[in-house]
């Protein structure tokens, strides 16, 4: 008994040896949570979602103005990560861990490409000697999926409360009143079906009665469809719905909006009517004085609205989400239906669909987590999602925290790969700043489904892909397995010397639906 038990010493301390002489060293003073392998030893992705920023020659007078963003960026990226998950969650996935059936799941979860989770915690360090600024964002899963538990709790006993009082009004002879309160209720389902999706890609049952959850929601719709008493007509009908819908929820004026053209479904993809409802959209929201409304980026937005299109049977169903940029919280939304019909044979669907599918599958498969490097990538229409007709010029816009090197991919409709620019270097001068790249492209055919890939990493140039030079541009002849290997493949500056420099990474896709001019 004793010789095992020293056995068992020895065993475990050789193995501590060897595990932790593996570890890269930490100068005296400074967090472990700096390097890589003590954050993934300590916080690792089973019992963690994690955030880390780096930036580089910051001044002690700068320090604190860009601890803000690397925050921000941080707990951005942390959050992105569950969305990426969200979106590889499959089916067995939902059946084994929920009531939910997979297509409910999807329906409800789309929208919802940056979460809002709770309990996070940020560290920061400043080494002042290197001039760097460290930030780690975390949050225990435990944690968060019991917070998530007691608030599905909360924001049911709220719906039913707000229901009650809807079918009082009702009875007491006051519809209007009755299809107001109604109507607040939207934000609070969006709310409990995005702390579901969370939960469940996290791993946890929840406990939430799906069925009854969908009768409850399913019951005050018929409950607004009785108190409307007509169908949306048209398009312009259902903008002003979307639009009056929004304005018995929220109380603001003249703030600065941005609108994303709604999506086909889960792919995140538009289509004719995406264009259309887009543009009556942007009259009846800015006729209201609610809204100063947008289609791009800008400073001045404080809430933004996404959107996605649900086929069923003979009708679609149009859920809009509205947040409030600064803090991703939900604070409005909008259920409406529409008969296929009454858009008088517009497409509502993407032009290439089962193809861009397949190559989106591609695109997310041995997808690797941002890590230490921040990155966007913005057209001159945005990057969720935008719309480009014939004729339409793109221009494209990067920004990164930290030196590096940039390659962008395009994809266009009929398969063909570009490499629009390769190694495309972020100076020092240039970090934290929205650069326009200095080339322009124009839409022609073939329309459809594209995607730009923009892939960043610190240090060398990325490995040279095997391409073919015609007419002015580069074509790419690798497959997109073998493009994705190379432009995913990091390692450690200096690797083969004990302290190496760890390489930042980031990868940004922007599906684009490029369109006939009419």
């Not at 707000?162 to 209720?185: D, H, Y």
């Not at 004085?289 to 149009?318: A, R």
Request: include cysteine; charge should be negative; proline fraction near 3%.
């Amino acid at each position: 008994m004793q010789t095992s038990k020293k056995l068992l010493y020895v065993t475990l301390c050789v193995f501590l040896s060897i595990t932790f002489s593996s570890f890269k060293p930490v100068k005296k003073g400074d967090p472990t949570w700096i390097r890589r392998e003590y954050r993934d030893a300590y916080f690792p992705k089973d019992k963690f979602l994690v955030g880390f920023q780096v930036a580089e020659n910051i001044t002690i007078e700068l320090k604190e103005e860009n601890l803000i963003n690397l925050k921000q960026l941080a707990k951005n990226e942390l959050a992105e990560s569950v969305s990426v998950r969200i979106e590889s969650v499959s089916k067995l996935d939902i059946g084994s861990a929920s009531g939910a059936s997979y297509e409910n799941f999807k329906q409800n979860s789309t929208s919802f490409s940056n979460v809002s989770l709770t309990g996070v915690k940020v560290e920061d360090y400043y080494d002042e000697k290197e001039q760097i600024l460290y930030v780690f964002a975390y949050v225990n899963i435990k944690d968060l999926l019991q917070n998530n538990r007691d608030r599905i709790s909360s924001y049911l006993e709220k719906i039913k409360s707000s229901k009650k009082q809807a079918e009082n009004n009702i009875t007491s002879g006051n519809p209007a009143l009755a299809k107001k309160e109604l109507r607040r209720v939207f934000p609070t389902f969006r709310e409990i079906e995005e702390l579901y999706s969370v939960s469940i890609t996290l791993g946890d049952k929840v406990g939430l009665n799906y069925n009854e959850f969908l009768t409850l929601e399913t019951d005050i719709s018929k409950l607004l469809a009785q108190l409307n008493n007509r169908e949306i007509a048209s398009i312009k009908e259902l903008s002003a719905e979307i639009s009056s819908t929004l304005s018995d929820q929220v109380k603001i004026s003249n703030q600065g909006l941005l609108l994303e053209n709604f999506t086909f479904e889960d792919t995140k993809m538009g289509s004719k009517f995406s264009r259309k409802l887009n543009q009556l959209l942007e009259l009846s929201l800015s006729t209201d004085g609610m809204f100063k409304v947008t289609n791009t980026e800008s400073p001045s937005n404080k809430y933004v609205i996404t959107g996605t299109i649900w086929e069923n049977d003979d009708q679609l169903s149009i859920i809009s989400i509205l947040r409030d940029i600064e803090t991703g919280s939900i604070i409005g939304s909008t259920d409406s239906k529409i008969k296929i019909t009454a858009l008088n044979n517009l497409s509502y669907k993407p032009q290439n669909l089962q193809q861009a599918m397949m190559v989106q599958q591609q695109f997310s498969n041995d997808v690797m987590e941002n890590s230490g490097l921040s990155l966007e990538v913005i057209t001159n229409k945005g990057n969720n999602s935008p719309i480009f007709a014939m004729g339409d010029i793109m221009s494209l816009f990067v920004k990164a925290n930290r030196p590096c090197k940039v390659r962008f991919i395009y994809h266009m409709a009929d398969g063909t790969k570009v490499l629009l620019l390769d190694n495309y270097t972020i100076n020092q001068d240039q970090v934290n700043q929205m650069v326009k790249v200095s080339q322009e492209f124009q839409c022609y055919p073939p329309f459809g489904i594209e995607t730009l890939q923009a892939f960043a990493k610190t240090g060398a140039n990325f490995e040279p892909l095997n391409t073919t030079d015609q007419q002015g541009y580069i074509f790419i002849n690798d497959d997109i397995e073998t493009i994705n290997a190379k432009n995913r493949k990091v390692t450690p500056e200096n690797s083969e010397i004990e302290g190496g420099t760890e390489v930042a990474f980031a990868e940004k896709r922007v599906l684009i639906t490029t369109l006939p001019a009419n």
